[in-house]
């Protein structure tokens, strides 16, 4: 019997990346929508355990994940994730998600358009691009930190105070 194989998180969105941009090609555009999602979450996931060295976890969906981005970039203002990452580029990810959302509860009552679809996934793709330069930049930098022994503290919650 052959073993399986571990899928690693970094080869999972490897493939997701691909897919969303053929859902998107072949006008799957709710498909595309639920696989940026995906992929937002997974890079938000992995900043977050990069900056405070904590896996956030399964409970973390993209909302959490967004609004700890945004309380890491407030709260230290001069680090580096504050540096890479824009508050309007993490309040554009918090409008989309909002669109989905609001996409997924009209699809119970409505018949959603393709043209609201093809908006949310054309929008998806360009925030995606925009969150995975700056989470490439951040890296670098990040790197550069780690190989200097000096990386960034885990910044403390307040609210576990």
Not at 27 to 34: G, L, N, R, S, V
Not at 64 to 79: A, F
Not at 129 to 146: I, P, R, V, Y
Request: net charge positive; with cysteine.
């Amino acid at each position: 019997m052959k073993k399986k194989k571990k899928k690693t998180t970094q080869k999972v969105v490897r493939q997701l990346v691909p897919r969303a941009a053929l859902a998107l090609k072949n006008e799957f555009y709710f498909e595309a929508a639920i696989i940026l999602s995906n992929l937002f979450e997974s890079r938000l996931k992995n900043l977050i355990t990069r900056v405070e060295k904590v896996n956030p976890g399964f409970g973390f969906g993209l909302d959490r994940c967004i609004r700890r981005v945004k309380y890491l970039i407030v709260r230290n203002p001069g680090s580096l994730i504050a540096k890479y990452f824009e508050i309007q580029l993490i309040d554009s990810l918090r409008t989309w998600k909002n669109h989905r959302n609001g996409i997924l509860k009209d699809m119970l009552t409505v018949h959603i358009t393709d043209n609201r679809l093809k908006k949310l996934a054309q929008d998806g793709v360009v925030l995606f691009q925009e969150l995975n330069a700056a989470n490439k930049q951040f890296k670098k930098e990040w790197k550069k930190e780690l190989v200097k022994g000096a990386p960034n503290p885990p910044i403390p919650d307040e609210s576990k105070e």
